[in-house]
């Protein structure tokens, strides 16, 4: 059930169309090598409308030629069965098969040559030869190869760029993170004059989208580009020049040493201190006075949900304000088995937002505290005794991340930040 005949005039064209690409011919340049255009169609699928089925169909189409070449000297045409297609496909249902032809048809791949009766057949020469055959033609493939080259050619080439643009926004990132870390002073904290810079970088880096397209990446690089220049031109004038490449795991290091231990368990298993940290543990940048750091310091619902995650699975309708965070974290505190009372009095000492946002910090640390009752109990203890700082409670859990430098650039633009509302159900 091999082949091809030579195809009426309808389906002739222009035949030197695809002499501009040389990959597509073969070594004598009579056509088109069938294999090669096949890879290119694949590439091409998508601004041609094909899927994956219909790919699969036309390779085992593109089986029954008789030779790699296709031209019209070897022939066009194809006549299998459908059960012998059916086979080449993997045993594909001629339902679907005949589905797939019929894509491949519209999308102008292949074009029916039907014999009087639909049936697809050949005559032949004495010598066994086809003279004229009836069933699958690849005249608009061979017609459109130089076509479907260049847009997969196009194709390649537009990815090759966006992962080329994805690869320099990463760099430019990390190098300006970088060099905001090697220039905050010896307590965390930015140096005076940089803290706007690093709020808009913040706000670039956070709404970079996983699956960028290339026009949004080159927005994004322009902005990482014009912040980059920004800060250069910053530490110049400070006669700071930092060399913005410096190693970001290094700084990291540094900064780690200046820290003091994490307020909940480490790494290495320790139990969660409940006890007021000595003056002499705690780092000035992090913890302050009683006196001097009232329970709304200020906190955006945000950057709770990006501390405290899990909290989002207990909102109906997911957690967008204050109001459901509430919600959600009560439901969450029966689960936790903390008690009605323990609840109440956090609320009256610490406020629904602060209560909410300890609530939510429990949950997401579960797995090392014992009590939660009895941590809700201490953190109101604290509260009472004007010794707690709910900022300080959520930016330990981005230093136990190990996103040091982020947690006290954060503490130190909180400090200037709005309140959080401190106001009960």
């Known amino acids: 059930m091999q082949i091809l005949g030579t195809v009426t005039s309808v389906f002739r064209g222009r035949r030197n169309s695809f002499a501009q690409n040389p990959e597509l011919q073969n070594k004598q340049g009579r056509g088109v090598n069938r294999w090669v255009i096949y890879k290119k169609l694949c590439v091409a699928k998508s601004a041609l409308d ?7 169909v036309l390779s085992s189409l593109l089986s029954f030629l008789p030779d790699d070449d296709m031209n019209e000297k070897t022939g066009l045409v194809v006549f299998p069965s459908n059960r012998q297609l059916s086979l080449r496909a993997h045993g594909m249902p001629e339902s679907t098969l005949r589905r797939h032809l019929a894509s491949l048809v519209e999308a102008g791949i292949i074009a029916r040559k039907d014999s009087p009766t639909r049936k697809r057949y050949a005559h032949k020469d004495r010598e066994g030869g086809v003279e004229l055959a009836f069933g699958f033609s690849f005249a608009p493939l061979l017609d459109r190869a130089s076509e479907i080259a260049g847009i997969a050619d196009k194709i390649l080439a537009e990815q090759k760029a966006l992962k080329r643009l994805r690869d320099e926004v990463s760099v430019m990132r990390r190098e300006i993170a970088s060099a905001f870390s090697e220039n905050a002073d010896g307590s965390g904290d930015l140096i005076q004059g940089l803290e ?11 709404t970079i989208p996983r ?10 690089k322009a902005n990482l580009a014009a912040i980059y220049d920004e800060l250069a031109i910053a530490l110049k004038n400070m006669a700071i020049v930092p060399e913005m490449s410096g190693n970001v795991a290094q700084s990291e290091r540094q ?6 231990e994490s307020l909940f368990e480490s790494q290495n298993g320790k139990k969660i201190d409940l006890e007021e940290p000595s003056s002499e543990e705690t780092d000035p940048s992090i913890s302050q006075s009683k006196s001097s750091i009232p329970v709304s310091t200020a906190i955006s ?8 995650p899990d909290i989002r699975e207990y909102g109906p309708n997911g957690i967008s304000t204050w109001r459901e965070l509430q919600d959600a974290s009560q439901i969450v505190s029966g689960f936790l088995g903390i008690s009605p009372s323990a609840y109440r009095e956090a609320l009256s000492f610490m406020g629904a937002d602060a209560t909410s946002t300890a609530i939510a910090w429990i949950l997401q640390k579960l797995a090392t505290i014992s009590s939660p009752g ?16 709910i900022s300080q409670l959520l930016f330990s859990g981005m230093i136990s991340n190990g996103n040091l430098a ?9 400090r200037a930040g709005r309140p959080m509302s401190n106001t009960n159900p």
């Open 374 to 389: 009895g941590y809700l109990r201490s953190l109101t203890q604290k509260a009472r005794a004007g010794g707690f700082s």
């Open 255 to 260: 900064h780690n040493e200046s820290l003091p």
């Open 50 to 56: 094909l899927n994956d089925r219909c790919l699969a």
């Open 196 to 206: 706007g810079l690093f709020v808009r970088f913040r706000g670039v880096v956070d």
């Open 301 to 308: 619902l945000d950057q709770v949900l990006r501390t405290c």
């Open 211 to 220: 699956r960028a397209s290339l026009d949004e990446l080159m927005i994004i």
């Open 406 to 414: 982020s947690a006290r650039i954060a503490m130190r633009l909180q």
